[in-house]
């Protein structure tokens, strides 16, 4: 290669470096010219969009201020107030059982008996011991009396007439046990007659006809079903606020509206174990009610004024119980220490320490949402409005706030997550 074409090669290299060099340079001024407005709008168009929930009117309810009944849930079986069951008080063989449950009774009617035979003839046994026994006492009465006449005469001594007085009080003592032999005989034999003690109705037939029992065998069980009460245990805690006269509504399996019951009686000691304190409420009658019914409810023991919302807005999947409220458009959660149950316009309510009054609430069936989202009230279609953004005042404590919402379910699926 000869110098001048070296030479050349070098200034064709050079060329193409300054080309290089001020193609980057115009690029770098077509950046600065496009001005920082144009970077923004990439990132505003690559930034994720807000979520936000639309909630409809329904979803929602106020805290509100009312008077509510304090109350004792309770729970228990229905009893018969007067109830027997007929024992047999001997043994021997049933006879004459024709009762069956659903059978109607009179007091003292004749339910069945025990073969008499045995205790007919123990009877008649007693009756000739007995009059055994009044024999001797003749005997003794006459040896005495003329012992008595032979001392008075001289003719024995007075020892004689003195062992003749015991055998006369011996014969004696026989036989007033001989008559109260015949009376243990004569109960038996009564007892093989098995009464009815109270009237009412059988609710139980325990034996059969022909089956040999033994005593206190059960026969038969007898219900008074005209006078019913409850049979409940509440806590030691709660029992020093149960009184006689305070009334209950009860709801009984099987009947369609609840029932009124009052407290009658109250247990004075504590059952063994489980420290709870029995108490019996008197159930008024009404067709249809049974022995041994399962019933349950709330005593009322009091009234109090609180700030309440529905039960059901009440969310537990924290430690600790919260409501999801709205301020400023957005969700918030409120932990809330739960007081005083009771019912208003049919829902269900409780009372709340957290809330303020007039605190919109979001009820339960809209689901977990994450604290801080953002919501839309939808207003009702029908009405020919339009969605308005943020929240609009919410209702009060009322049966149609517990219909469920219009939630958007886009929005909210994209807003829920761990509370």
């Known amino acids: ?43 505003a168009a690559s930034a994720p969009v807000e979520a936000v929930v639309e909630l409809a009117e329904t979803d929602l309810v106020r805290a509100r201020s009312l008077e509510l009944t304090q109350g004792i849930a ?12 007929v024992k047999a008080r001997v043994a021997g063989e049933l006879q ?51 012992n008595k006449a032979l001392v008075d005469q001289g003719f024995i001594s007075r020892t004689a007439l ?21 009376d243990v005989a004569r109960k038996t034999l009564d007892d ?13 037939r325990l034996a059969q006809p022909g089956e040999r029992l033994g005593v206190d065998a059960r026969v038969v069980e007898v219900v008074d079903p005209s006078r019913l009460e409850l049979e409940a245990s509440v806590g030691a805690a709660e029992s020093v606020q149960v009184r006689v006269g305070q009334v209950a509504r009860l709801s009984v399996e099987g009947l369609p509206t609840p029932l009124t019951a009052r407290v009658v009686r109250i247990n004075p000691a ?58 400023a458009g957005r969700v918030a959660h409120r932990l809330v220490t739960l007081g005083a149950r009771g ?6 309510v409780v009372a709340v320490n957290g809330v303020a009054e007039d605190a919109q609430v979001l009820l339960g ?34 049966a149609g706030a517990a219909s469920a919402g219009a939630t958007s379910a886009s929005t909210a699926s994209a807003a829920r997550g761990a509370p």
């Open 162 to 182: 003195e062992a003749s007085a015991s055998s006369l009080a011996g014969a004696q003592a026989n036989y007033k046990a001989a008559l109260a032999t015949v």
């Open 270 to 327: 504590a059952q063994a174990g489980t420290r709870s304190v029995p108490m019996y409420l008197s159930v008024g009658t009404t067709p249809g009610l049974r022995s041994g019914l399962f019933a349950q409810g709330q005593l009322q023991i009091g009234q109090v004024r609180a700030v309440a919302v529905p039960l059901g807005a009440v969310r537990t999947d924290k430690p600790q119980p919260y409501v999801q409220v709205l301020e």
């Open 192 to 204: 093989t007659v098995l009464r009815a003690p109270i009237a009412g109705v059988v609710a139980q």
């Open 74 to 85: 309770i729970t228990g079986s229905l009893r018969a107030v007067h109830s027997a069951v």
């Open 365 to 398: 069936h809209v689901g977990a949402l994450r604290e801080g989202v953002a919501t839309r009230l939808t207003r009702s279609m029908a009405a020919g409005t339009a969605p308005a953004s943020g929240s609009a005042p919410a209702g009060g404590i009322s």
């Open 96 to 146: 004459g059982l024709v009762v069956r449950e659903g059978d109607s009774v009179r007091q003292g009617q004749e339910l069945a008996r025990i073969d008499p035979a045995e205790y007919q003839a123990r009877l008649a046994q007693a009756r000739e011991q007995s009059d055994a026994a009044r024999t001797q006492i003749d005997i003794a009465q006459r040896q005495f009396d003329n």
């Open 1 to 43: 290669m000869t110098r001048r074409t070296l030479a050349l090669a070098v200034l064709a290299t050079l060329v193409l470096a300054a080309a290089a060099g001020g193609w980057h340079y115009l690029g770098g001024r077509k950046a600065a010219t496009a001005g920082p407005g144009s970077t923004s709008a990439k990132a």
């Open 343 to 348: 019912e208003a316009a049919g829902l269900e």
